[in-house]
């Protein structure tokens, strides 16, 4: 659904669905469109979800191994950076929460936008924490699961539309080079 709404400003688009007459195939999107709005919602809820993972995970009381206990994170933390890049590829600067929401109360709920650069440090913070803790791909059974090379990968495609528009830091290429290289 989202290439459909959101991807139609270029060449590889056409669009002639008659229940979308004045909405994306026009060109016109509104942040009420159900497709989209879902979209959103359901970034939020992961990224809500893995912050309550990462603030619970080091609790004592849950017996696994700190090598599972890290996997863990690392999984999260790849999922988390990951919902945070299609968010800011989509929408730019959007609000970024580090900590669980538990509340609707509209104070917890109305957080200001951060800018474009902040959410992509955000998205490659996570990475590269993710990257130190999850296992290599030899070591995992199924292609579900997050892995070093996963995560190294996703850091190569972050740095790539970090140094294009509308960041332009072209010193990202070369990082993006690096992670590609391993």
């Known amino acids: ?26 060109y016109t999107v509104y942040a009420t469109d159900a497709k989209i709005l879902t979209y959103y919602r359901s970034l939020y809820r992961g990224i809500n979800r893995a912050n309550m993972i990462l603030e619970r995970v080091d609790d004592p009381s849950i017996s696994i191994s700190t090598e599972e206990r890290n996997h863990i994170k690392g999984q999260t933390l790849f999922l988390r950076g990951y919902y945070y890049f299609m968010l800011v590829n989509k ?55 997050a892995t070093k090379s996963a995560a190294w990968g996703m850091l190569a495609r972050v740095c790539l539309y970090m140094a294009g528009e509308p960041l332009k830091d072209t010193a990202k290429y070369a990082e993006a080079a690096t992670w590609a290289e391993k």
């Open 1 to 26: 659904n989202m290439l459909g709404r959101m991807g139609l400003e270029g060449d590889e688009g056409f669009e002639s669905y008659s229940t979308d007459a004045a909405s994306v195939g026009d």
């Open 91 to 145: 929408f730019g600067g959007v609000p970024v929460l580090l900590k669980a929401t538990r509340s609707a109360a509209t104070a917890d709920l109305q957080i200001p936008r951060s800018s474009t650069k902040e959410v992509y440090d955000v998205v490659v913070n996570d990475l590269k924490t993710a990257a130190d803790l999850l296992k290599p791909i030899t070591a995992v059974t199924a292609g579900t699961i």
